[in-house]
């Protein structure tokens, strides 16, 4: 009901995933309505404020990018947007010396297991979510996204891959942070060997490695000794990304969210459609006052300009 912080300061240190560069990260309380905002600090000494929204981000295919591409901007931010988003952090602001958050070990499980040693606290005021009104569907070639009016917050994400190792794989479930926890938190990044000379010669995934990606070989094996971690640890990735790239609606999302054949453009593009069709979502609040606690607790409709997803 109410909007929440971290009870006190995580510091991560790793290296970014494309630039191979070492990283330094914090994450910090923040007051209420700050929402994730990322503290770029630049050579000079200089921050540079970067709020993670929307309205910031571009559209990209390898990660979850927010800031001007051409100048102050922070890349691969989807598994820490994730952890916050599915753990109730609504309000906190992030301290990063590089353009890129460290990758760990590909997934959320570090940032999930730093916000929990930390504590997450209320705050004094109200959370607002945005409630999805009617579908609003997006397609780009094969891919398709969507949302969909559902009292809850719900992801459907499907993948369909050629490679033998994973084919056709699908996870639909309703988003707790116990079930990220679970289910999503843990599922690592992946890639395929074909991909990987293309990738360097363009200065991308030169922090990759069998620590931190699963890698697929050209004749559907997986390399990692380990293994992997869920039979369908694919499709579970895909679903830790998406829930990533939805947190930068700036609220969080009453409905289901599904997609097919999906990556980061898609989630961006989707979540870009439904802002443009204001008669597809509006802004609500839990009210503060006790209820029958058999019932769901109400939700009280607010005026969506002055609480709009993209106002900073």
């Known amino acids: 009901m109410f909007q ?19 990283v330094r990260l914090a994450l910090l309380p923040a007051e209420v309505d700050t929402g994730i905002v990322f503290h770029l600090v630049r050579p000079d000494g200089s921050i540079r404020q970067i709020p993670a929204v929307s309205a910031n981000s571009s559209l990209t295919d390898l990660s979850t990018v927010v800031g001007d591409l051409a100048g102050a901007h922070v890349s691969t931010i989807e598994h820490l947007m994730a952890a916050l988003y599915a753990m109730g952090v609504d309000n906190v602001a992030v ?15 570090e940032y999930v297991r730093g916000i929990n040693e930390a504590g997450v ?21 094969k891919a398709r996204a969507e949302y969909r009016p559902y009292a809850g917050t719900r992801f459907e994400i499907e993948i369909d891959f050629a490679n033998a190792a994973i084919g056709r794989q699908t996870y639909r479930a309703d988003l707790t942070a116990a079930r990220f926890t679970r289910d999503l938190a843990r599922a690592r990044t992946f890639g ?21 990606s699963v890698v697929l070989s050209d004749d559907g094996r997986v390399v990692n000794p ?29 409905g289901c969210y599904s997609s097919y054949r999906g990556g980061h453009r898609l989630n961006a593009m989707a979540l870009q459609a439904l802002f443009a069709d204001p008669t597809a979502y509006e802004i609500v609040e839990m009210p503060a006052r006790r209820v029958d606690p058999v019932r769901h607790a109400p939700l009280v409709a607010v005026a969506a300009p002055a609480f709009g997803p993209q106002i900073l």
């Open 95 to 109: 301290r990063i010396d590089a353009r890129e958050t460290p990758i760990l070990d590909g997934c959320s499980a």
């Open 121 to 141: 606290v209320s705050q004094g005021a109200k959370r607002r979510y945005l409630r999805i009104l009617k579908p609003v569907a997006i397609e780009m070639g």
């Open 192 to 212: 395929f060997m074909a991909d990987v000379e293309q990738l360097w010669a363009a200065g991308y995934a030169l922090g990759s490695s069998l620590d931190n």
């Open 4 to 22: 929440q912080t971290i009870a006190s300061r995580i510091d991560f240190d790793g290296v970014g995933v494309h630039s191979g560069l070492p």
């Open 226 to 254: 380990e293994g992997l971690r869920f039979e369908d640890e694919f499709v579970r990735h895909k679903a830790l990304d998406a829930v990533g790239d939805q947190a930068l609606a700036g609220l969080r999302i009453l």
